[in-house]
Structures are given as structure tokens and as C-alpha cells.
């Protein structure tokens, strides 16, 4: 409701007029409007229009005016239902909007009947998303994951669309496959579907090979994750010095990168940095990036970086765990980082602490609190492993080439019978060497 987030809107749209100040592109004026059930509802559809109005900031264009509407459910054919559609047609017209942002899904009916009474363009947040990816995707494979992805969320608009999916454009919605022109022939669409299905599927068998060669080097991988400008590329280039982007955007990251970690102790780690998570990240995105985001469920450890300056720091970390449960990683052993506690309250610090008491708390931009949390990733690889020592028979030349291929070799040792090993593997694979352990043959 309008009346009802007056002055928030007001203060939002400041700071973002302010941030682009400087640019010397035009941007789209951009309408949010957002839908809440109940009374109960506002303040979570408040801060769900400020995390849109982030988000269509960092696509380009400039939020104007914000619209936060209660109605009981969504109208089927316009989603506003006639009477408000007509208020913020009204609105719209007055402000000289250019695009209209829903913070809900819309229907491919819902999406036309709305472009028709605002006479601009229309999109919702998937589309928004689809669009930022669109922009930061510089590989081969993001930029096919992407186009993947908007295929998949076009191909139910193209009924009645016609010309309109083929126009040239340069706002939100309009970037990424057919920029200059989308092909309305939905048999063409879903032949490039396929195509882009099986592109994908021979980068990813490259992708295994490498990780395979990698795993062979006995170093344990690490995956760091969190939500969207939590500060994980931050942290990144602080542990390993990779350079990778840092923007105070969302998404500045989609294309994962993989650097070698040192830790404490002479240990060592390959950690990799992902793509942030986002609330209600677009189905389409997950499963064009799941090739992608299926290596973190493949990871020994999990970093879960959170901002710990966020007003709801509790809705990323329960944001993050259901992307991660959807995409098979709800079981690798996970590290809870908070991050930005050089900027975080002292008040809100303090409740997270006492609530999250093995979590570790850092400064990823001051290095504050960053030694303790190197400790703290060493002991999370070491509970996944166990040390053994083991003696193999001289010809269980088999087992010996397992256990490198397997395990970390800490120590060799020939003997009169055979080879003495201490070993340490994952505690999955114990099982397999138990008949080769010392204790064992000393005990029997």
C-alpha cells in the first residue's frame, strides 16, 4: 500500500537516485509493485521490495515508485485486479514509467493483460533475475546457462506476443538469446533448447575431468556459498589472492573459480567461489546452473557466508540451505560464516553469537576474526576423514594405488612383508581398508 511505506520508499529511492548520479546512460524509470496477503504481511513485503529494488538497480534501471499492494489473492487475469490496475496505470503515466517490476510471478496472461493497461514494458522477478544473469555471465558456459534459462521461461509467452519478443530492445527483459531478434517459430526455440542442452552436457563432462584430476592431488575442495552480496568473493580473494570481481552488486559473481588454500599447519584445500542464492532464485536458473551448482554437493566442506549486517540474516542462511537441499548439497558438512561485523549492529552481533555458537565471525574487508576461521575449516575437513595405518601385503599392489588414489599418503613404509601406510581418507571409504589396519592384525 502505498500510504502505508510512503517515507521507506522515499528513503530507498534516494539512495538509489544517488547511486547513479554519475552514469551518463539513460535509465529505464522503473515502477515496483509488490503483493502481500494480510496486514501481517507488510513489513516482509517491505523489505522483499527493497531487496527488488536492489536488484532492478543492478539491472540497470532507476526505481522511481513503490507499490506494495494487500489483496487476499492475486487476480487471475490481472493480477492487481480492475480497480487498483487502474490507480497505477494512472501512477505510472504520471511518473513517465518505462517498465513495470512485479515482485511476484506472473502468469504469461497475467504478464500480457498488464503490458496491455500500462502501455510499457511489464516483467516480474524471474524475468528481472533471467536479466541480471544475462549481463554478468562472461563464460561459455554461464552465457549458455543463461540463454538456457530464458528460452525456457519465453517459451510459454510466445503465444499471442507475435512481434513484440522480436523487437530490438535494451531494458530489462530484452537482454540475452535474440537480442536483436527471438525467433517466435517455438519449434526453432525448442531445437536451440536441445542444442544448448547438449553444449552444456559436453562442458560438463570436461568440467568432471578436471575435477577428477584435481581430486587425484588428494586436496580436499571447499565450496564457498551464501546469498547474493554476502561478501563470498570478498573473502575469496582474501584467502587465495585470485582477483576475482568484487562488486557491491548483486550477482557480481556467476561463473565459479577454483585457487588453491593454504591452511594452517601444512594442510591444503581447493576452495571454490559460486554463485549467490537469492530468495525465490528462478527454477529455470537452477536447472540451467545445475550442472554448475551440482560440484558444490560434490565439495568436502561447505563455507555458508552470511552478512551479518542484514536485517534478516536468519531468512539468507534458511534461503541458502533450501537452494542447496534442491540441489543435492543438504548433506556436505557446512562451516556458518557471518560476515561484515565491522559494519554489523553491535545489538543484532550479540543475538547471533548467542544463537550460532559455532559459527565463526569475520571481517572478509578488515581480515578481522579470518586466522580463527582458517582453524575452524581445518577441523570441519578433519571430521570428514580418518587417519589409519595400515600394512598391505606386497601384492596388493591394487590396494596401495587405491589408497593414493583414495586418501592422503602421510607416511610409507617398507618392510620384510609388505608396505605400512598411514593414511587419511574419507570416512566413507574406511570401510573398505578396515581388513588392512595394524590395530586389527595386532589385536588378532
Sequence with gaps: MTDSTGSHVARQRQRLTASVTDLDVDRQRAMLIGLVRSRNDIAKGNASLDELALLTDTAGSEPVEMVLVRRERPDAATFLGKGKLRELVAESKAADIDVVVFDNDLSPAQQQNLQQAFQCDVVDRVALILDIFA????????????????YRYRLPRLRGKGVELSRLGAGIGTRGPGETKLETDRRRILDRIRKIETELKNVKRSRDTRSKQRRKAGDPVVAIVGYTNAGKSTLFNLL????????DRLFATLDSTVRKLELPHGHSALVSDTVGFVRELPHELIEAFRSTLEEVGDADLLVHVVDAS?????QQLATVRLVLNEIGASDVPELVVFNKIDVADATALARLRALHGDASFISARTGDGVPELLENIVVGLRARSVELELSVPYGRGDVLADLHATGDVLKEIHTDIGTDITVRIPNEDVHRFRQFAIDQMTEG
Design 135 to 150: 549481463q554478468h555471465a562472461h563464460t561459455k558456459e554461464g552465457m549458455l546457462q543463461v540463454e538456457l534459462a530464458q
Design 240 to 247: 587465495t589472492d585470485a582477483g576475482v570481481l568484487v562488486e
Design 310 to 314: 542484514d536485517a534478516d540474516p536468519d
